[in-house]
């Protein structure tokens, strides 16, 4: 028997369930009844297409914590997002299957994995999605869903930008939470201080903020520029009308839906256009493309953050250094992140704290406690004076500031073995491939894993040295990639993998290996 959910979840701290995907038992009759309109009645039924992405997965769990029947289906789970689903009981159904139009539900909530694509055959890739619009049945996209039902009425802080968004988003939201104010949120991974990826938040603001809109719960959220769904092309953060929009940094990414930085930016400019005039728009003042987003027009308060003469800068290194508002030292973070890029995500998130009332050295003092995001540097285990890390680095600016961060940590003399995937949409194009060589040049030897590239990885990390021997190795698999490692690792050596998916477990697989390997 699949596993019937009834009662509103409690909120989702808790251990993580066991492995597993339920199937759910089908009405034999496909007919679908009529549904509901979704404002009838606060509790709903709603039927996730492609709920274990990291966006859909989160707002499943957060309908879950409001009341709502939660059920889904994708084309495949994986960790964390997969456990956090699991532990909340909601039922998975693997595949599109058409015949799910028997569970009934209020509505169908839409990831945009799901498209009007056709296989080789010509039958559709989605055929739920197929039967959803001939039989005329209520659908929507996440993050309208989520406006809709969760947003209304809330405070909403919106973390934007190409790099550091999860951990930006993870920062903001443990100030706000170590500050007493119980925010919201929704974040695109899972932050170690809470567990957890998403939650409702207190229903109204434990301590009044300033201005007119004091009382309104906080809610902060990772703020994607990715289009919303294949019928509805605009970027999802235009849907989620902040009154406190962070915007990180901003460079070209996406290249399978974007032609150019320009297209972007516009993008970009739609999200400050829905901050009202009583909100903030918080900057980094070092990125000449935000530069340009705001000069297109902004009609709202602004604070900046990362240049000398922003409101909000820094003095001293990454790992310990001073805030200063407009010239005066206000606080101190010496926490165990590294990178320069960490210190600006530790800036705008001081700088979004301060506009709803929390002081920077409270800020600061909670980010002396802030444990990083799963992914983002993990230190998955250390085998004979080998240290394995998992991290979410994809782009090539990404993999610099990772390499740059660590490199700045240990100093000259350690060795960084850099292994990497190019996965992404955009990097899978080639996109991006001149740029690997200065991604990388921080690392010792570099391994690439080359399945799926349509274009020579060996031709593009040439100028770094490629074959047996070399700087650079590429492998068609991972395990000859692992194979590789192993035999190039050494004692004290720091082995950093890369990639934004699962990456065939290749974390695991190395540890290992390396622990059986003889002496």
């Given at each position: 028997m699949p596993l019937q959910?009834?009662?509103?979840?409690?909120?989702?701290?808790?251990?993580?369930?066991?492995?597993?995907?339920?199937?759910?038992?089908?009405?034999?009759?496909?007919?679908?009844?009529?549904?509901?309109?979704?404002?009838?009645?606060?509790?709903?039924?709603?039927?996730?297409?492609?709920?274990?992405?990291t966006f859909m997965g989160g707002l499943a769990a957060l309908a879950r914590e409001a009341g709502h029947k939660v059920t889904g289906c994708d084309a495949g789970v994986?960790?964390?997002?997969?456990?956090?689903?699991?532990?909340l009981g909601i039922e998975l159904i693997e595949g599109f299957g058409a015949d799910q139009l028997a569970l009934q539900p209020d509505m169908f909530v839409v990831g945009n994995v799901v498209s009007r694509a056709r296989l080789a055959d010509g039958s559709p890739k989605f055929p739920l999605m197929e039967a959803i619009l001939d039989a005329g049945l209520p659908?929507?996209?996440?993050?309208?869903?989520?406006?809709?039902?969760?947003?209304?009425?809330?405070?909403?802080?919106?973390?934007?930008?190409?790099?550091?968004?999860?951990?930006?988003?993870?920062?903001l939201t443990w100030i706000l939470e170590s500050a007493g104010l119980q925010p919201g949120f929704l974040i695109g991974g899972v932050p170690l201080n809470f567990g957890i990826s998403a939650r409702l938040g207190a229903d109204q603001r434990p301590v009044p903020g300033p201005g007119t809109q004091a009382q309104r719960p906080l809610f902060v959220i990772e703020a994607d520029e990715y289009d919303t769904a294949f019928f509805d092309k605009r970027s999802k953060f235009v849907h989620y009308r902040p009154r406190t929009a962070v915007l990180n940094n901003l460079e070209f990414d996406h290249a399978d839906i974007f032609d150019d930085l320009a297209a972007i930016e516009r993008q970009f400019h739609h999200l400050v256009r829905t901050v009202p005039p009583s909100g903030r728009v918080v900057v980094n003042g070092l990125e000449e493309s935000l530069t340009r987003v705001l000069n297109t027009g902004c009609w709202s308060q602004v604070s900046s953050f990362g240049a000398a003469v922003s409101d909000f800068s820094a003095e001293g290194d990454p790992q310990a250094f001073d805030v200063l508002h407009q010239g005066r030292k206000v606080a101190r973070v010496e926490w165990a992140l590294t990178g320069m890029h960490n210190q600006l995500n530790a800036l705008a998130a001081i700088a979004a704290a301060h506009d709803v009332g929390v002081e920077p050295a409270v800020a600061a003092a909670a980010l002396g406690q802030f444990q990083n995001v799963k992914r983002r540097m993990e230190l998955r285990g250390t085998v004979r004076g080998i240290a394995v890390y998992d991290d979410f680095a994809h782009h090539p600016t990404a993999l610099r500031t990772t390499l740059d961060g660590l490199r700045r940590s240990l100093g000259a003399k350690a060795r960084i073995l850099a292994v990497f995937e190019p996965r992404s949409n955009t990097m899978k194009l080639g996109a991006m491939k001149s740029q690997l060589p200065w991604a990388l040049e921080p690392a010792d030897l570099v391994f690439c894993h080359t399945a799926g590239l349509d274009w020579d990885a060996a031709d593009a990390l040439a100028p770094l040295g490629v074959g047996p021997g070399q700087r650079a190795q590429t492998a068609p698999d991972i395990a000859t990639l692992v194979d590789q490692i192993t035999q190039a690792a050494r004692p004290g050596d720091h082995v950093v993998c890369m990639s934004n998916g699962g990456f065939g477990g290749i974390h695991s697989r190395l540890l290992e290996t390396l622990a059986n390997q003889p002496l």
């Open positions: 959910i009834s009662a509103p979840l409690l909120p989702l701290q808790r251990d993580i369930g066991t492995a597993g995907v339920w199937a759910l038992g089908l009405s034999a009759d496909p007919a679908p009844k009529p549904c509901r309109p979704s404002l009838e009645s606060p509790a709903m039924h709603i039927h996730i297409l492609g709920i274990c992405g994986y960790p964390p997002m997969s456990d956090q689903l699991r532990a659908y929507t996209s996440g993050p309208q869903w989520l406006a809709e039902h969760v947003l209304q009425g809330r405070h909403v802080l919106a973390v934007a930008g190409t790099h550091g968004k999860t951990t930006t988003t993870s920062m």
